[in-house]
């Protein structure tokens, strides 16, 4: 019976995750490069100097789970940082990818991953369709990861909506997921994968349609980390991209879906903006829930959208807002006048959207 107390013991040592990333140790997160408030101008025709930026670690969540961001006010579209975060989870199993960046930064994105490991790169998961999380996805490719994502994206990919009438290009393949999952109602907030890598369990749960159509967000339990991608954002107002399938209701739904996949000290990593908890989500909630009542009033009185966005609604969280932008503002008041309306269904992961 003691040798096989012993035998018992020595097996649930061999099966224990390595010292260290077991849980999460209370110096973590640890923020290296905090993430930049601004104000930010840019004159006007203003390019992008992609080589100028650089990718380096600003955050570390765990002793072997790194976030990935660009440099600060050189970025129009998102000055803060350039692009949106990347994950990355390393160990002896190799490396798990959360996003690629922007495709223009993809070697500076490997370099930057190989200042603190050689592992092969094996897997990679894709938050959402947007270029700054995927526009690198063809070069990670390449260097052998296997692309997961949900169905919707795939769609998005490989049929990418018109925008403003301009010409869509033919999606490059080496860049397309080739694992796919589904987002289901009745398993909401449930992983549709999960890996057991590095000493850590990934999960990748599928979203309802939000930001786009095709979201996911990444659980890492030991770490007690969730990277929530651009559902939520604390820089900028929100941005639903309705064209890809995303809605402002959906963000709400997200929002709510917190309660259930995260407790009071999970660190959640937006793909923009600051690291938060998910009490932070409540603020952000009774927003939306305050500008689409307010929208959808104005509309049902009949007010057109130009009346609607001289009626300056966000000026009481514009104080409070990072990055509050005119453009920000009127495209969140656009996104909730077009959602008050007719608002038609996700299509492979699209909807057929007014163009304006």
């Known amino acids: 019976m003691r040798k096989l107390a012993f035998s018992l013991l020595g097996l649930v040592v061999l ?173 909401s907030g449930q992983p549709a994968v999960t890996f057991n890598m590095n000493g850590e369990t990934v999960d990748f749960i599928p979203m309802m349609p939000s930001h786009t159509a095709g979201d996911t967000i990444v659980r890492f339990r030991k770490a007690n980390v969730i990277y929530i991608e651009d559902f939520y954002r604390n820089f900028g107002y929100p941005y639903a991209d309705q064209a890809n399938g995303g809605s402002i209701a959906g963000m709400l739904e997200a929002v709510d879906l917190f309660d259930q996949v995260a407790d009071p000290d999970t660190t959640l990593v937006p793909g923009h903006g600051t690291l938060i908890t998910k009490k932070d989500l409540r603020p952000y909630r009774a927003m939306l829930v305050d500008i689409t009542s307010k929208v959808k009033k104005l509309r049902a009185q009949g007010k057109s959208l130009q009346e609607v966005l001289a009626a300056n609604l966000t000026a009481p969280y514009d104080r409070t807002t990072l990055g509050d932008t005119q453009q920000s503002k009127d495209r969140f008041i656009t996104e909730a006048y077009d959602e008050a309306g007719q608002f038609p269904p996700v299509v492979d992961g699209k909807r057929a959207m007014p163009v304006r």
């Open 15 to 187: 099966c224990m995750p390595p010292a260290g990333v077991r849980a999460q140790r209370p110096e973590y997160p640890l923020i290296l490069v905090p993430t930049a408030k601004g104000p930010f101008t840019f004159p006007p025709d203003y390019q992008t100097p992609w080589d100028r930026i650089e990718i380096t670690v600003t955050e570390k969540m765990s002793p072997n789970l790194y976030v990935l961001h660009g440099s600060p006010g050189l970025d129009a579209a998102h000055p803060d940082a350039s692009g949106g975060r990347a994950m990355v989870l390393f160990g002896p199993d190799g490396v798990l990818l959360v996003d690629t960046q922007n495709r223009q930064v993809a070697e500076k994105t490997l370099r930057a991953i190989r200042s603190f490991t050689s592992g092969p790169i094996r897997i990679l998961v894709n938050t959402h369709v947007h270029s700054d999380h995927t526009g690198a996805n063809a070069f990670f490719a390449q260097q052998g990861a296997l692309i997961y994502a949900q169905d919707n994206l795939r769609n998005e990919m490989l049929r990418p909506p018109a925008r403003g009438g301009q010409q869509v290009p033919a999606p490059d393949m080496a860049s397309i997921p080739i694992v796919t999952y589904a987002y289901r109602p009745s398993t």
